[in-house]
């Protein structure tokens, strides 16, 4: 027994950790099958099994209004926060520039500061400014104001981490820098993009605090179930928490699928240039 | 050659303009804001008014303590969670590795909010949990979790976790393999090989992970909102409740700014010490 847990011990301990983990998860699915008295979380599992909830998901409109408005601006806030980030990121890793370090703190700051004062900073702009009306605008402000940051780490890391010889060798064949990108610098940076994407779209649907402080008379779902947590949360709020959860792993799983294809790319691409052979006339694309 | 030195300047135009005018500009009306005096009824004038300062220390004493009590055991008990979990991660788990890593920031993929709810559930009045601490005497027979600072550490522990395991992980991983073992066969037992090889080359990871963890934990109001009751409170209650309750605007303010003014001495620190590299991911090589 002593030896076999000094085996194990750690993989023992670690399965725990991750059970730790996991268990908030499992109550949340768990609870949206469980009948309670007024169809309102009541904290314990008496009232047996029911499909009802999942069968009505989306029978509460003030619910469903705040969950509409939640994936619009969270796919506002990610088209934005996208496409500025991945800017930012190609600019700091492939251009050697004046003022770099700063653009590195700039991007840093906004992670490193608790969202309780980003939030209560913005509201301090936005009472003082008349130009903003606290709602929906302001809260994609402040949305893709804290995305930018994490979109610029995650497709930097993909960049970084980019064989650019893979592109020399494109140009080598022939191809035109038009035909590099799409063919090859594309396919081998979406998966980054796509994963930043992801994460910010995450980001912008979790938030309650900085929403908190700069939301005015928009809910969103969290804000939501804050409302209402007073009078009795509606059991549909796990159902579509737990819908969120399962399209979230959905996706997560398709960008690690995509990924593996990327990297098996690079990997054919790499080879490629490294076997002598006849030079063909017309680029080859990459696919398939 | 002009207009390609611009090139990175375009690229980072739209951003920088961004984080500027919503990070940096709303920093400055805050710091404006925590100079002013007045009330609601009679508007806010700016009058130089540093007792603003003194005044959110003093006042909110209980609550900066208490910050720093509850964000600093949670911050310990998550590491002490996290190193293990991520060393088993990183070196033993085999085909297991993504699965694992996958449960290890799957409580991301659920509401915050409603994952603090769902500790409300384990660690409700008569659930498993509380009847297991009565039954081993723990707590008092009428004794319960919730509202105590044992909730609220607990669901701070739990909502910031991932922020300690992934740098740590990052770091265990990017760990040469051959330094453990030059150490053995220098007949290091394996007690010594970890603390005097392992640890001390994973110790980047860990400081990554204390900074990533602390600061949410320290700013927090959700976990004691939800699991603490009323006499729980910390920093980030009060500086809610003087914002949108009492609208007592120079007060939070301030109170805001010193947090800010606390956070961003610790990362400059660490910034001195260990480059952006924590929040950055590794650096670039330079040409």
Redesign the interface.
């Given at each position: 027994m002593i030896a076999w847990l000094r085996r194990n011990g750690l993989m023992v301990y670690a399965g725990l950790a991750v059970a730790y983990m996991l268990i908030p998860i499992v109550v949340i699915a768990v609870f949206s099958f469980g009948e309670t008295p007024k169809d309102k979380l009541n904290f314990t599992l008496g009232g047996g099994f029911t499909l009802e909830y999942w069968q009505h998901a989306f029978k509460i409109e003030e619910l469903n209004d705040s969950f509409r408005t939640s994936i619009k601006l969270a796919t506002f806030s990610t088209l934005i926060s996208t496409a500025v980030g991945t800017l930012m990121a190609i600019a700091l890793v492939r251009y050697q520039f004046r003022g770099r370090r700063l653009s590195n703190l700039l991007i840093v700051l906004p992670m490193a500061t608790p969202e309780i004062v980003l939030g209560a900073a913005l509201l301090s702009m936005f009472v003082n400014l008349s130009v903003f009306d606290l709602g929906f605008q302001t809260l994609l402000i402040a949305h893709v104001m804290f995305s930018i940051s994490f979109v610029v780490v995650v497709v930097r890391s993909r960049l970084i981490g980019f064989d650019r010889r893979i592109e020399e060798a494109a140009a080598d064949l022939g191809a035109t820098p038009v035909q590099t990108f799409r063919y090859v610098t594309m396919p081998l940076v979406a998966p980054g993009i796509l994963a930043a994407a992801l994460l910010a779209f995450a980001l912008s649907i979790d938030d309650f605090v900085i929403s908190n402080f700069n939301s005015g008379g928009t809910v969103t779902f969290p804000l939501y179930v804050y409302g209402v947590a007073l009078r009795g949360i509606p059991v549909q709020v796990n159902v579509l928490a737990t819908m969120l959860f399962l399209l979230t792993v959905a996706a997560i799983g398709l960008v690690l699928w995509q990924q593996r294809r990327a990297e098996r790319l690079a990997a054919v691409a790499a080879e490629e240039k490294v076997v002598p052979g006849p030079v063909p006339a017309a680029p080859t694309p990459l696919g398939g | 050659m002009l207009r390609r030195?611009l090139?990175?300047?375009f690229?980072?135009g739209?951003?920088?303009i961004?984080?500027?005018l919503?990070?940096?500009?709303?920093?400055y009306?805050?710091a404006?804001?925590a100079l002013r005096s007045g009330t609601v009824l009679t508007g806010f004038q700016f009058s130089w008014e540093w007792s603003n300062f003194s005044d959110a220390l003093s006042e909110n004493n209980e609550q900066v303590v208490r910050s720093f009590y509850y964000s600093g055991v949670a911050t310990l008990v998550a590491l002490l969670?996290?190193y293990?979990?991520a060393?088993?991660?990183a070196l033993?788990?085999g085909r297991w590795r993504?699965l694992?890593l996958?449960?290890?920031i799957?409580?991301?993929?659920?509401?915050?909010?409603?994952?603090t709810?769902?500790?409300?559930?384990?660690l409700?009045d008569?659930?498993p949990i509380v009847d297991a601490f009565q039954f081993l005497q723990l707590i008092p027979d009428d004794g319960r979790l919730l509202a105590t600072q044992w909730a609220v550490i607990a669901g701070l522990t739990?909502n910031f976790?991932?922020f300690m395991i992934l740098p740590i992980y990052a770091s265990i991983e990017r760990l040469d393999l051959r330094m453990i073992e030059a150490a053995k066969d220098l007949y290091a037992s394996s007690r010594q090989a970890f603390l005097k090889v392992t640890l001390p080359l994973t110790a980047p990871g860990i400081v990554a992970g204390v900074?990533l963890t602390f600061?949410?934990a320290?700013?927090?109001?959700?976990n004691p909102l939800?699991l603490g009751g009323t006499n729980q409170s910390m920093i980030?209650n009060r500086?809610?409740v003087l914002?949108?309750n009492e609208g007592n605007?120079p007060e939070?303010?301030a109170l805001?700014f010193l947090?800010?003014a606390l956070?961003?001495a610790l990362?400059v620190v660490y910034?001195r010490f260990a480059g952006?590299e924590a929040?950055?991911?590794?650096e670039?090589e330079e040409?």
């Open positions: - | 030195r090139v990175p300047y690229l980072l739209p951003g920088t961004w984080l500027v919503f990070f940096l500009v709303p920093m009306f805050m404006e804001l969670i996290a293990p979990l060393y088993a991660i033993r788990a993504v694992l996958f449960a290890v799957a409580p991301f993929f659920t509401t915050y909010l409603i994952r709810i769902a500790w409300k559930t384990i409700y008569s659930g739990y976790l991932p900074l600061i949410p320290f700013g927090d109001y959700v939800v980030g500086i809610q914002y949108l605007y939070a303010a805001s947090m800010m956070i961003l990362v910034i952006t929040f950055m991911g590794e670039v040409t």
